[in-house]
């Protein structure tokens, strides 16, 4: 069992930036490919990052490259999210996820863990 805790979301400015954290429980978070996805009101959820267990590789979607950056520590049982240059419409929950047994989450992947979220808020 994981158990995933985001954080550092909150109110900022359009243009500012914030860098979400997630952390796990449990010694196994290098066995977990980890991502991020986000829900904003009366939309589907959506995918915004995801790493390999040990990092060495990434996929964000190319509406979000440049501005967001997914990385990992596996001392220290976190992965995070940098967002740069935030617009309103990236407004939204923003979710952790970890999935075992693959080498990245793709939009596609069917997710272990979920986070419980944290809402990001970003005003014009």
């Known amino acids: 069992q994981v158990q995933l805790v985001e954080s550092g979301g909150g109110l900022v400015q359009a243009g500012g930036s914030l860098r979400l954290t997630c952390t796990a429980s449990?010694?196994?978070?290098?066995?977990?490919?980890m991502g991020w996805f986000r829900q904003a009101p009366g939309k589907e959820r959506e995918f915004v990052a995801g790493?390999?267990?040990?990092?060495?590789?990434?996929y964000i979607p190319d509406s979000m490259k440049g501005r967001f950056t997914i990385s990992r520590d596996n001392a220290k049982n976190t992965v995070y999210l940098q967002m740069n240059d935030l617009k309103p419409e990236d407004t939204a929950v923003y979710y952790c996820?970890?999935?075992?047994?693959?080498?990245?989450?793709?939009?596609?992947?069917?997710?272990?863990?979920w986070g419980q979220g944290t809402q990001v808020t970003v005003s014009s």
């Open positions: 996820a970890a999935k075992g047994d693959t080498p990245i989450i793709v939009p596609s992947t069917d997710l272990d863990y």
């Open positions: 449990g010694r196994t978070f290098g066995r977990y490919a």
């Open positions: 790493i390999s267990r040990y990092g060495a590789s990434t």
